[in-house]
């Protein structure tokens, strides 16, 4: 069976893509993106911290003793 399409009717919108962030946003984006990084990071540092033991003087271990 043959099947005829006469007319075709669409619509299509074409956006700059450079034009959807203003650079001021883009820069906000980044500038939270950065924060957020560091907070993590911070958060497994001290989640480490919290489970390792320390000696009085704060360094990891033994203190160097054999």
Known sequence: ???II????STIR???G????H???IA?????????MEDKQAREKRRRADACPHD????D???GKD
């Open 23 to 25: 650079p001021n946003t």
């Open 1 to 3: 069976m043959d099947i």
């Open 28 to 36: 906000k984006l980044i500038h939270a993106a950065i924060a957020a």
């Open 6 to 9: 006469e007319e075709v009717t």
């Open 61 to 63: 271990g033994d203190g």
């Open 14 to 16: 074409a956006v700059d």
């Open 18 to 21: 450079d034009a959807l962030l």
């Open 56 to 59: 009085d003087d704060g360094r």
